[in-house]
């Protein structure tokens, strides 16, 4: 692991290290300058490599992160830990982000060309930039929120993996989730972006929420997805704020023509403002 005895850090270069500990209770610590081009490695001989931060305080990381191993990087007791380097997989390696007790875990670009998974409860991940990698894969698990935040969306090709927690994706163009299918075996899908793939109904119960975590009850969200095939364990829940006009409730578009195939499933009106919900 790295000591670390100074609160802004620049790396002064590239580093390897097994192990970053960023557990302060005073103030939190920076790695690397901003625009620079430092590189932190994580390799380790066996095991896992590991980024952890606690302490309740937040840390930043602007130092591109390479994954030569396995590398578990994860936040709890309140802390916050922005990786606004981002994280370079090209070896293919697995990625885990785990998030616990409060706080949020937010990354710049992912190169992910092994898997990147995504657990933990009581706080939540954002991933701001792209993934990018033919063959990445992404994957959502415990009971946190998962933001795809990159406005032009990402080109991973592996898929998404949702068994747990809430995915929102939020972007404005292209595809939140790269090119690959949604699978949803749990947890939620909602936000107001677009979802290239398909998204498809999987082994355990699931919602789709357009407006998922979005407090007020006359909240609404617009989510595009290339098709959509539900099951019997699909829910899909809507806010009606103001029927007949545009925008004015939850919508769910299928943009491919014929990509629409219901095999059973719930329809919940979450919230209705402006009398009772119909369909």
């Known amino acids: 692991n790295t000591g670390i005895a100074r609160n802004l850090v620049d ?6 290290v097994g192990g970053v500990v960023l557990n302060s209770t005073s103030a939190g610590y920076t790695l690397g300058l901003a625009a620079t081009t430092n590189t932190l490695t994580m390799q380790v001989s066996s095991g896992n490599a590991s980024i952890s931060a606690s302490g309740g305080q937040s840390h930043t990381i602007n130092a591109n992160v390479i994954t030569a191993s396995n590398t578990d990087i994860s936040i709890a007791g309140g802390s916050s830990l922005n990786l606004a380097g981002g994280i370079d ?22 190169i992910d060309h092994g898997s990147v998974a995504v657990g933990g409860s009581g706080s939540s991940v954002t991933i701001n930039v792209a993934i990018s990698g033919a063959a990445g894969t992404l994957s959502l698990s415990g009971s946190n929120v998962l933001t795809l935040a990159a406005a032009g969306g990402s080109s991973y090709g592996g898929g998404t993996i ?19 299918n949604v699978t949803l075996n749990g947890g939620t899908l909602g936000g107001h972006g677009i979802i290239s793939g398909s998204v498809l109904a999987g082994s355990g119960a699931h919602t789709i929420a357009p407006s998922a975590t979005l407090v007020s009850p006359t909240a609404t969200n617009t989510l595009t997805v290339g098709a959509l095939t539900t099951a019997a364990n699909t829910t899909l829940s809507f806010n009606l704020v103001t029927p007949n ?30 009398g009772q919900g119909s369909l």
């Open 11 to 16: 790396l002064d270069g590239n580093k390897t």
């Open 89 to 110: 997989d090209t070896a293919g390696n697995a990625v885990t982000l785990t998030a616990n007790g409060g706080g949020t875990l937010s990354t710049g670009a992912i």
């Open 245 to 274: 006009v545009t925008g004015g409730s939850d919508t769910i578009v299928v943009s491919t023509s014929g990509g629409l195939t219901l095999h059973g499933g719930t329809v919940q009106i979450a919230n209705h403002t402006t």
């Open 162 to 180: 949702v068994s747990g927690g809430t995915l929102l994706a939020n972007n404005t163009t292209g595809s939140a989730t790269g090119t690959g």
